[in-house]
């Protein structure tokens, strides 16, 4: 297992460190999860990668040889030797500021002649954790956790929730802008198999793949982002049922939206963070995050002839989240 032995160099003794009470952002892609993770992760209570944690996902896939055919990640796919390698991984690359998270992850991560800088900071953040943060929390989002989500308490098993929902309708329509957008969503460049999907031009397949994604590869753009959407929430559903009540909460991304500071400060109140200075001030004047174009709660009325063809599917997740397509 060579990428384990690579990164063990730099490993250390990290059995005096704890991730605690982590905060676990999931939602389909689209539905605002971006927007809720950056206001979040401007609270010095909580320690953050400050981007998704894809790469992360994709050495756990290389260090266990375990092959991808989907999204889906269950507790039997976690057994010590590959929960030591993904807590390792997120104690050497979370950090409590966003200008070095943001360095090492976006600029040194991304340019493999410049990745060996990233040891010695890397090393840094260890021996600081060590030596004065042994416990400490961590915000993770990554949209394809709705698919594993008895993964996540397996390796978390004291995280807390955030199930973030949007209108079927809305968020569709920001699928189908994110899979049009030049390969700005792009999840896999060169598909098993050949894509034919009807309203899109790309040969890449956007955002999450979940189970039975390959039915899709001939289907039409709006068929593929409502199964994007109903996967992700049902999956979402369905591994909620499975944790106490007293670590979820689900809340909308309309609510996070139109009365931000709000929905933050019943948030903080959930994971038990104040809801203070940076974060009152990011709240009080969001960011804009992910925009393809500007967020309007009817924006999706342009393409309704196309979100129309998929009310059928649609309907039953809109009922159980609380939506109306009427």
Same mark, same amino acid.
């Given at each position: 297992?060579?990428?384990?032995?690579?990164?063990?160099?730099?490993?250390?003794?990290?059995?005096?460190?704890?991730?605690?009470?982590?905060?676990?952002?999931?939602?389909?892609?689209?539905?605002?999860?971006?927007?809720?993770?950056?206001?979040?992760?401007?609270?010095?209570?909580?320690?953050?990668?400050?981007?998704?944690?894809?790469?992360?996902?994709?050495?756990?896939?290389?260090?266990?040889?375990?092959?991808?055919?989907?999204?889906?990640?269950?507790?039997?796919?976690?057994?010590?030797?590959?929960?030591?390698?993904?807590?390792?991984?997120?104690?050497?690359?979370?950090?409590?500021?966003?200008?070095?998270?943001?360095?090492?992850?976006?600029?040194?991560?991304?340019?493999?002649?410049?990745?060996?800088?990233?040891?010695?900071?890397?090393?840094?953040?260890?021996?600081?954790? @060590? %030596?004065?943060?042994?416990?400490?929390? =961590?915000? /993770?989002? $990554?949209?394809?956790?709705?698919?594993? &989500?008895?993964?996540?308490?397996?390796?978390?098993?004291?995280?807390?929730?955030?199930?973030?929902?949007?209108?079927?309708?809305?968020?569709?329509?920001?699928?189908?802008?994110?899979?049009?957008?030049?390969?700005?969503?792009?999840?896999?460049?060169?598909?098993?198999?050949?894509?034919?999907?009807?309203?899109?031009?790309?040969?890449?397949?956007?955002?999450?793949?979940?189970?039975?994604?390959?039915?899709?590869?001939?289907?039409?753009?709006?068929?593929?982002?409502?199964?994007?959407?109903?996967?992700?929430?049902?999956?979402?559903?369905?591994?909620?049922?499975?944790?106490?009540?007293?670590? @979820? %909460?689900?809340?909308?991304?309309?609510? =996070?939206? /139109?009365? $931000?500071?709000?929905?933050?400060?019943? &948030?903080?109140?959930?994971?038990?963070?104040?809801?203070?200075?940076?974060?009152?001030?990011?709240?009080?004047?969001?960011?804009?995050?992910?925009?393809?174009?500007?967020?309007?709660?009817?924006?999706?009325?342009?393409?309704?002839?196309?979100?129309?063809?998929?009310?059928?599917?649609?309907?039953?997740?809109?009922?159980?989240?609380?939506?109306?397509?009427?």
């Amino acid at each position: 297992m060579p990428i384990f032995e690579e990164k063990s160099k730099i490993r250390g003794n990290l059995n005096n460190l704890q991730i605690k009470k982590p905060v676990i952002i999931i939602g389909c892609p689209r539905s605002g999860t971006s927007l809720l993770f950056t206001i979040l992760s401007a609270s010095k209570h909580l320690w953050s990668l400050y981007r998704e944690s894809n790469d992360i996902w994709e050495d756990f896939y290389k260090f266990t040889g375990k092959e991808f055919n989907n999204e889906v990640l269950t507790r039997e796919d976690l057994n010590e030797e590959s929960k030591e390698f993904l807590l390792q991984e997120f104690h050497k690359y979370s950090f409590n500021n966003y200008y070095i998270g943001y360095f090492i992850r976006e600029y040194l991560q991304k340019n493999n002649s410049l990745k060996t800088l990233s040891v010695p900071i890397t090393q840094a953040n260890l021996l600081y954790k @060590k %030596l004065i943060a042994q416990e400490y929390r =961590l915000i /993770e989002k $990554t949209p394809k956790n709705c698919f594993r &989500i008895s993964f996540i308490n397996k390796l978390f098993d004291d995280c807390k929730f955030i199930f973030l929902k949007r209108d079927g309708r809305s968020n569709i329509n920001s699928l189908i802008e994110g899979w049009l957008a030049n390969g700005k969503y792009l999840r896999m460049k060169n598909p098993s198999l050949s894509l034919n999907i009807k309203g899109y031009n790309g040969k890449g397949w956007n955002f999450v793949m979940p189970p039975a994604w390959e039915n899709y590869a001939n289907k039409s753009l709006e068929e593929v982002c409502a199964f994007q959407w109903i996967s992700s929430n049902k999956k979402a559903i369905e591994g909620l049922k499975e944790i106490e009540d007293k670590r @979820k %909460l689900s809340i909308s991304y309309e609510e =996070l939206t /139109e009365n $931000t500071s709000t929905t933050i400060r019943k &948030i903080c109140d959930f994971i038990e963070i104040p809801f203070v200075h940076n974060l009152k001030e990011i709240s009080d004047d969001p960011p804009r995050v992910n925009y393809v174009t500007k967020p309007q709660r009817e924006k999706w009325r342009k393409n309704s002839h196309l979100i129309e063809n998929v009310y059928p599917q649609i309907e039953p997740i809109m009922k159980e989240l609380g939506y109306s397509l009427s």
